[in-house]
């Protein structure tokens, strides 16, 4: 594989959990459709976040790639090599490259296992025994996520949270793995660690020149940390670009109703940024809208966007790379900022472009 070649690939990738009904057989009544044709690469040593509101899928796709999931459709290729339905014996040379760092801190560690044990575990399970013992491996991993070596025969209730997460990370290290998908791994912490564990990571990312798929909802942390963003609205990628592309210039009206609802602070001076206030709720995944699936909520919906799903492409005025799915993309270059003096409560209420409190979840 060269350089230029993506470490991993996803195509039309999706998973529909199917919902089981009727009496007395239980037969298939319908489906989740919790990722719905996902196209997105990462190359080596490069962090692609992934963002978008709780339930739109982020972590389904974080255990796809991991294959803790089996996909419904779509592929999924890693260095080349086609691992969407690979079975265990299959998977095995690629696992150790391909790790996982959980949500919750507390629930992924094993309370009745020993720090020592718990890091230990995966060289075990695929039979590494490194130069100078699997003990003195872990100690060393414990120094490299900034724990004391002498933590080895402590058990998970007696760390912080903060703490037990760097222990998942120095378990997804033990394996030195090329790719890591990293599940909201701060999300779960006060926000007084997650500084550190980001930097942490972002430290171990250039140091060791590990890949990372970074989900997360929030927007600040994402653009810390990524290099690429991708958001997600009901199981799809809605818009994919250069972290500075993105934040800078969003196109599709949803990624610019997530970024208006990030808190920010200015000069008196300075005008504030428009904010806008996004109407109803997210629709259902088991019936989703048809044609675009932001249209229920998008201030810009037409009759096309009900009848024609808008495809991830690039845009007229878009830079290279920076891929948008919408029939009406936005341009916020051309939108002046809302002046800061201006009274919140005196726009419209629901549905259209307000300068009310965001109610977009991100």
């Not at 140091?207 to 798929?213: P, Q």
């Not at 942390?221 to 818009?239: D, N, P, T, W």
């Not at 891929?323 to 900022?337: G, N």
Request: with cysteine; aromatic share 4%.
């Amino acid at each position: 594989m060269s350089s230029k070649d993506p470490l991993l690939d996803v195509s039309g990738l999706t998973k529909h959990f199917p919902i089981k009904g009727g009496f007395p057989i239980r037969r298939t009544v319908g489906a989740v459709q919790a990722v719905d044709g996902l196209d997105f690469s990462i190359t080596e040593g490069e962090s692609l976040g992934l963002v978008g509101e709780s339930g739109c899928g982020k972590s389904t796709t974080g255990r796809l790639i991991t294959r803790l999931l089996e996909p419904t459709a779509g592929t999924i290729s890693y260095r080349g090599q086609d691992i969407t339905h690979a079975t265990r014996k299959q998977l095995a040379p690629v696992r150790s490259e391909i790790q996982m760092i959980f949500q919750d801190p507390y629930a992924s560690l094993n309370p009745r296992q020993t720090v020592g044990k718990i890091i230990t575990a995966p060289m075990e399970i695929n039979d590494i025994n490194p130069a100078g013992g699997r003990e003195a491996r872990v100690r060393e991993l414990l120094e490299t996520v900034g724990l004391n070596p002498e933590h080895y025969n402590r058990f998970p209730h007696e760390f912080s949270g903060g703490q037990r997460q760097r222990i998942g990370v120095a378990r997804a290290l033990a394996l030195e793995p090329k790719l890591i998908v990293a599940d909201e791994p701060v999300s779960a912490l006060d926000v007084s660690i997650q500084a550190q564990v980001v930097n942490l990571l972002q430290k171990l990312q250039k140091e060791l020149g590990i890949a990372f798929l970074f989900i997360a909802h929030d927007l600040a942390v994402v653009r810390h940390f990524s290099q690429r963003v991708a958001v997600m609205y009901l199981g799809r990628i809605v818009e994919i670009a250069d972290r500075e592309d993105l934040y800078g210039n969003p196109r599709h009206p949803y990624t610019r109703a997530l970024l208006s609802a990030v808190p920010e602070t200015t000069a008196d001076d300075t005008p504030a940024r428009e904010r806008i206030r996004l109407a109803g709720d997210v629709p259902s995944p088991v019936d989703p809208p048809s044609g675009c699936r932001f249209r229920t909520r998008c201030w810009k919906a037409t009759d096309k966007c009900a009848s024609e799903a808008p495809p991830l492409v690039r845009v007229e005025g878009s830079r290279e790379g920076h891929l948008t799915a919408c029939h009406h993309p936005e341009d916020t270059r051309a939108v002046p900022a809302v002046p800061k003096a201006r009274d919140a409560a005196s726009g419209p209420k629901l549905g259209k472009k307000t300068t009310e409190d965001p109610g977009a979840g991100a």
